[in-house]
């Protein structure tokens, strides 16, 4: 999903407003940062990117898992990869 034009901030427009994006970030809003017209980086709360890494690790788990346990198409044998 794109994020609404209100989300959008250059970097010059953080420092006056900081608190006021903390307290929007705060309440669910996420913020994309800009310098010259490009993404920089965002401002989230921090409960949501410690939900975004959780979900990572589980997938990497998930991945690993599933390709230990999935026989090699490679292998005529029909072995097991490691």
């Known amino acids: 999903m794109a994020p609404a034009t209100q989300e959008i901030l250059a ?7 900081l608190m006021e994006l903390v307290e929007a970030v ?3 809003s ?8 490009e993404s920089d980086g ?7 990117l410690d939900h ?3 979900l990572e690790r589980q997938h ?3 991945t690993l898992v599933v390709a230990r346990e999935t ?11 490691w």
Not at 71 to 81: C, E, I, M, Q
């Open 52 to 54: 975004a890494h959780r």
């Open 11 to 17: 970097l010059r427009q953080l420092r006056p407003r």
């Open 42 to 48: 965002a401002l989230l709360d921090p409960r949501r």
């Open 60 to 62: 990497v788990h998930l």
């Open 30 to 37: 996420e913020k994309i940062l800009t310098r010259n017209g």
């Open 26 to 28: 705060r309440g669910g």
């Open 71 to 81: 026989p090699s198409s490679a292998g005529r044998s029909g072995g097991w990869v």
